[in-house]
């Protein structure tokens, strides 16, 4: 055995069979058993759970597909690729973008007429069906229609309304015209509008839309196609790529066979092994242009009839955790486990429990068999945990989102009623005087346009009537001879009945006109409103009016004067009741939870103009803008392809039209990993507080004993004397400090005594070979002492006198190092510095020696002393010098060395105290400034040198 081996334990430990059978049942099958069943109940769970989830979401996408096979839905759909169509260079040709514009339609355009930036130059590009025999319209027909669609700019902006243009009508007509349509074409941009024509052939399509940057030198087009020269079979596989689980399948039935077995045209939910087949009605539009193949006429010789029907197949995988696709491979793992560990066990039992192994195996093994029980259970018990509470804040987050906006709703309601009551108090501000001083009803009219958003108000007099109206509040729909005979002619019927002095029993809302009797609402309701807002009926956009009886206060009797009549549109009123809502004041955006709410209010057909009012909160989010034009109370769910999670809910409000549409957004991914990791850290503190046992007993206790003996050796014991007799690395450790300390006296001992070029020497040698010896090395030698060192030290004491020399001889080394030399030697109170060339120094040797030298007098000089000395550049021997048996001196020797000694006696008289020599001057290269003082030999030398005073570095 090897001696670094000879203590471990090598002994087996006998264990009896029942204990170490129960152990291995306990700690490693009972877990993996229970985990794995335990994923078995989550998966089947789960997907009990969340099936009626994805079949939602696929009735949403069924949903779609179904608007999608309507043939102008999915036009329209087409119009944000032509308006992001950008050609290559070399096909900007009007040719060329007719063909680009036919492919991503999946057709061919009957007509398209491209228009420049102004909309006066107009380029018409057709194709001629063998089977259309009219001629077709020429480009100058369409002038018209051109012009008045492109000063609006739809693309710019948003809330153009060109139908609402006086032309818009006439121009309508003319497309019927030219067409043969069965009724008027009103071109909207941006969108496709659908109509029939016999003698062209049936359905015909209109889109108009403009191109994002222009392409070919044309700013737009409006392109006219027929339905029947539509591909149909590329339109189905583009839906099909956007929902890949999509299949339009065909039923053949007959009239009569459809009557007596209707279940052929069963639609629902048919379960297969592997998914869920969802069967439902395509739209009555697309099953009118599949029959009849967009045409008039329903060409069909037999009495079979190819209904086409949706299917959805949902596969089983969208309901089912992730962890059903692993869960075979866990199966045969835990078997693979579960024998690898019965073999080990069975071997234990043959064999014993050997124990000779190192510290690190054995913890990994203790690690193993304690984490592996708590493991499979925590972790699947917190990720259930997690899925709850997902499940918990998003039906908190819908159920918040659905009182906010029910909340908002009966806000709404109350504004009204505030809207109520603020015009009754207006009108009681109303006295005979002011009713008759013309000058202050329109000041009084004036007060209300500030606090009331009214379309117009009118004060009727038996004489007259005064009316102001507010154009900026007015819908173009609402002011047509209908509603002019409502507003005008009605308050004055109601006006005078209510000042007859006999009442009739005659209907008092019957309106002769004509000599035909007509019966009008709006005077019932002006005679019984006093206030309150009552809608009338007369056009698309929804108005409201209020009249209030006018009394004579100032008469006993208060006789009825007259009438004030308000008149209020949906978009004046939203808009200023969405500008002092709650969530307006955090921008239509709050965050509950983990999700974040974004708040639309956006207009319907019967809201009133956009110029008006165009919306609230996040209008613009392309989402919202699709619910809201489905103008219904619905909830969907969407999920982007980086697997995101969107609600969208929307309220739609019928008596003041509008659509309220809440955003609801949440990155599932960072939701569902920070739980995991919160579950993964209390995993961990219990593994943590489970392995710290065990190494208390195997790890802590040994190193809590180097760490005391650590401590002595610190507090000035030079003796290690710790035994760690384990047989393991500890023991091995413990040799290596005890090495370690006895490394580390010899090399402080050596530090107090020997320079530390003396000690990089002896650290740099390869050798343990310390005989004398030398190399010649560039270096700058200093000789520095006290000026006046006698006088100064001539009452000292020797405590004084050491405390003095500690002092400059301090100041020196930490300048000395501070600058890359040592100091050499300490002779009385002279020292001796050099500096040595070095590679890892930037600058000279030279420039160091002088720098430390300037410096060293300057901090002496703050200290109220003063130095002199010599200082001598060159080539000297540095080396062990000294006995091959006897003691040695790391140190230089030369010429330099003693010129700088006999410089220093130079030195003594000049005024700056430091002489350098010619060489130390050549290799400053100007960098100081200095003082030719003479040319003088020096004792011990042969020749003359040219002396230099020392002032500063430049």
Wanted: glycine letters at 6%; proline letters at 4%; charged letters at 20%.
């Amino acid at each position: 055995m090897p001696a670094e081996s000879s203590n471990r334990i090598v002994r087996s430990i006998e264990i009896s069979a029942a204990p170490l059978l129960l152990a291995w049942f306990l700690v490693l099958v009972l877990p993996l058993v229970g985990s794995l069943l335990a994923i078995d109940y989550f998966i089947a769970e789960y997907a009990f759970f969340a099936e009626p989830g994805e079949i939602d979401k696929a009735r949403q996408r069924i949903e779609d597909c179904r608007s999608l096979l309507v043939t102008e839905n999915f036009l329209t759909s087409r119009i944000f690729l032509l308006e992001n169509m950008e050609l290559p260079a070399e096909s900007q040709t009007p040719d060329k973008l007719q063909q680009a514009i036919d492919r991503t339609v999946f057709g061919r355009s009957l007509t398209s007429v491209f228009f420049d930036a102004t909309g006066s130059k107009l380029t018409l590009k057709s194709f001629r069906p063998a089977d259309l025999k009219r001629q077709l319209p020429p480009a100058a027909l369409f002038r018209k229609q051109v012009q008045t669609l492109t000063k609006y700019n739809y693309l710019a902006n948003s809330n153009a309304e060109p139908l609402e243009d006086p032309e818009a009508q006439r121009n309508a007509l003319q497309l019927q015209q030219m067409f043969k349509t069965i009724a008027p074409v009103f071109i909207r941009p941006g969108q496709v509008v659908k109509n029939y024509s016999v003698e062209f052939g049936g359905e015909i399509f209109f889109a108009w839309f403009e191109f994002k940057k222009a392409q070919a030198g044309q700013r737009g087009c409006l392109a006219v196609i027929r339905g029947c020269d539509l591909a149909w079979p590329e339109i189905l596989r583009d839906i099909k790529q956007k929902h890949p689980a999509f299949n339009l399948t065909l039923k053949t039935s007959s009239i009569q066979r459809a009557i007596d077995y209707p279940s052929q045209f069963f639609c629902g939910i048919k379960r297969q092994k592997d998914k869920i087949v969802i069967t439902a009605p395509a739209d009555q539009r697309f099953i009118r242009s599949w029959l009849h193949k967009s045409g008039n006429r329903l060409d069909q010789s037999s009495p079979e009839f190819s209904i086409p029907f949706i299917e959805y197949h949902l596969s089983a995988e969208s309901f089912q955790h992730n962890f059903q696709k692993i869960r075979k491979n866990l199966g045969l793992a835990a078997k693979a486990l579960i024998m690898l560990s019965l073999i080990q066990l069975m071997h234990m039992l043959l064999f014993g429990i050997n124990l000779n192994i190192s510290f690190k195996r054995r913890i990994l093994a203790s690690v193993m068999l304690v984490s592996l029980f708590p493991f499979a259970f925590l972790s699947i018990g917190f990720y259930l945990h997690q899925q709850y509470d997902a499940f918990l804040a998003r039906m908190n987050m819908l159920q918040h989102v659905e009182i906010s906006l029910v909340q908002t709703n009966n806000e709404l309601k109350q504004f009204m009623a505030q809207l109520e009551s603020t015009f009754i108090a207006f009108a009681r501000k109303i006295d005979k005087a002011l009713f008759y001083d013309e000058e202050a009803v329109r000041k009084l009219f004036k007060e209300m346009d500030a606090k009331l958003p009214l379309s117009a108000v009118a004060l009727h007099r038996p004489a007259e009537t005064i009316a102001t109206e507010f154009p900026d509040r007015i819908s173009p729909g609402s002011q047509n001879s209908t509603v002019s005979f409502v507003e005008r002619f009605m308050p004055r019927r109601t006006l005078s009945l209510l000042l007859e002095k006999e009442i009739t029993r005659e209907r008092q809302d019957i309106v002769m006109v004509a000599g035909t009797a007509i019966k009008n609402a709006a005077i019932a309701e002006s005679m019984s409103s006093n206030g309150k807002l009552y809608y009338v009926d007369q056009t698309q956009s929804v108005i409201w009016y209020s009249t209030i009886k006018l009394y004579d206060e100032s008469d006993p009797e208060m006789p009825f004067i007259g009438l004030l009549g308000g008149k209020f549109e949906a978009g004046p009123i939203l808009d200023a009741y969405l500008k002092q809502i709650s969530i307006a004041a955090s921008d239509f955006c709050e965050t509950y939870g983990d999700y974040t709410i974004k708040y639309a209010f956006l207009p319907t057909e019967r809201t009133g103009a956009r110029r008006i009012w165009a919306g609230s909160g996040f209008k613009d989010e392309a989402s919202i803008k699709k619910m809201a034009r489905l103008e219904s109370s619905e909830t969907l769910i969407e999920t982007d392809r980086a697997g995101n999670i969107s609600y969208l809910i929307s309220r739609y409000n019928h008596n003041i039209p509008h659509v309220a549409v809440a955003l609801v957004t949440s990155d599932l991914r960072s939701s569902s990993y920070l739980p995991a990791v919160g579950s993964l850290l209390i995993y961990l503190c219990l593994v943590f507080y489970l392995v710290g046992l065990l190494l208390e007993r195997f790890f802590v206790a040994p190193v809590m004993m180097l760490a005391r003996s650590a401590e002595q050796i610190a507090r000035g014991n030079d003796v290690w004397n710790l035994a760690l007799p384990t047989g393991d690395e500890f023991e091995e450790l413990n040799n290596s400090f005890s090495e370690l300390v006895v490394g580390l006296q010899q090399r402080n001992m050596l530090r107090d005594y020997v320079s530390e070029d003396a000690i990089s020497q002896i650290e740099s040698s390869e050798t343990k070979d310390m005989a004398p010896g030398g190399e010649y090395i560039e270096a700058t030698i200093i000789f520095a002492a006290l000026r006046n060192y006698a006088g100064l030290t001539a009452d000292f004491t020797p405590e004084q006198t050491v405390e003095l020399i500690n002092r400059f001889i301090t100041s020196g080394d930490n300048l000395v190092k501070k600058h890359g030399g040592t100091i050499d030697k300490i002779i009385d109170n002279t020292l001796m510095l050099v500096f040595r060339e070095s590679e890892t120094q930037t600058d000279s040797h030279a420039l160091r020696a002088v720098r430390t030298a300037l410096e060293l007098a300057a901090e002496m000089h703050q200290q109220s002393l003063d130095i002199y000395a010599g200082i001598a550049s060159g080539t000297v021997i540095s080396g062990r010098i000294g006995s091959y048996s006897g003691k040695l001196d790391f140190t230089v020797i030369g010429d330099q060395v003693n010129l700088a000694a006999r410089l220093k006696s130079e030195a003594v008289d000049s005024a700056s105290g430091l002489i350098i020599s010619g060489s130390t001057m050549r290799q400053l290269k100007g960098a100081g400034r200095v003082n030719f003082l003479r040319r003088c030999s020096l004792k011990g030398k042969s020749r003359e040198y040219n002396i230099y005073e020392l002032y500063e570095l430049r």
